[in-house]
């Protein structure tokens, strides 16, 4: 089915180490972005792209990275993982043309990461 | 102070209750407004949108937009078990990217 692709679903990283969290989606959106979801601080921004080659940040950016070489795929680099980055990430996308009637983002179903 | 605010309950109802589920904004160029559901370790899904003022019915579910307040609403009638979830309001500007300003979420659980 067409959707938002996340992977993997759950991770444990030791303080320190690095990884990626893929994103890929099939609708051809071109507005992708990434999130955390914490308890009682609900989904805050961390980066976001309007397009291939152009992404920017968002709210709560530090110790993140990202890239955005194709349409359909946006990583989310850690670069040196702490135990505040324990959290649900989450990405998202959407059409982002103001012609298109489509207001709302896809999500991904998650990537649970613990950070010891 | 958060551009959003929402209620982070929890939340109990009995079943056929009507629920009402509120947020409070701050940014008067807010244009678009959505409510999101999400289940228990699932990813929020888009519920209802709709743009600038007045009210906009799908089903059990009514969205209602006061910008006038900066109030939105969004009212669940004769609830359900399966409604038991976490509601997230959105909004966003009508010009620039397209990003959303999520409020913290309502827990919700209907009781059977």
């Known amino acids: 089915n067409a959707g938002v692709t996340q992977t993997p679903k759950f991770q444990v990283l030791k303080t320190g180490q690095s990884m990626t969290l893929q994103c890929a989606q099939d609708?051809?959106?071109?507005?992708m972005s990434w999130y955390r979801q914490d308890p009682g601080m609900g989904l805050r921004l961390i980066h976001y792209?309007?397009?291939?080659?152009?992404?920017d940040q968002g709210e709560v950016p530090n110790g993140y990275n990202v890239s955005r070489s194709t349409t359909e795929d946006f990583p989310l680099r850690l670069l040196s993982a702490a135990p505040s980055q324990t959290s649900v990430y989450f990405c998202?996308?959407?059409?982002?043309?103001?012609?298109?009637?489509?207001?709302?983002?896809?999500f991904g179903s998650g990537t649970r990461l613990t950070v010891v | 102070q958060k551009e959003v605010e929402q209620d982070p309950g929890p939340l109990s109802v009995p079943e056929g209750a009507i629920v009402s589920l509120n947020c409070t904004y701050s940014?008067?160029?807010?244009?678009?407004f959505m409510w999101y559901r999400q289940y228990s370790r699932k990813g929020p899904e888009l519920l209802m949108y709709?743009?600038?003022?007045g009210n906009k019915e799908d089903g059990r579910f009514t969205a209602q937009v006061d910008k006038s307040s900066k109030y939105i609403s969004l009212f669940i009638r004769d609830s359900q078990p399966s409604d038991s979830a976490t509601y997230l309001c959105?909004?966003?500007?009508?010009?620039?990217?397209?990003?959303?300003?999520f409020g913290q979420g309502t827990r919700l659980t209907i009781n059977p």
């Open positions: 998202a996308s959407s059409y982002s043309s103001l012609s298109r009637p489509n207001y709302g983002y896809t």
């Open positions: 940014n008067s160029a807010f244009q678009y």
């Open positions: 709709t743009y600038s003022s």
């Open positions: 609708m051809n959106h071109e507005y």
């Open positions: 792209s309007v397009g291939a080659g152009i992404t």
């Open positions: 959105a909004m966003r500007r009508i010009q620039g990217a397209q990003k959303l300003v």
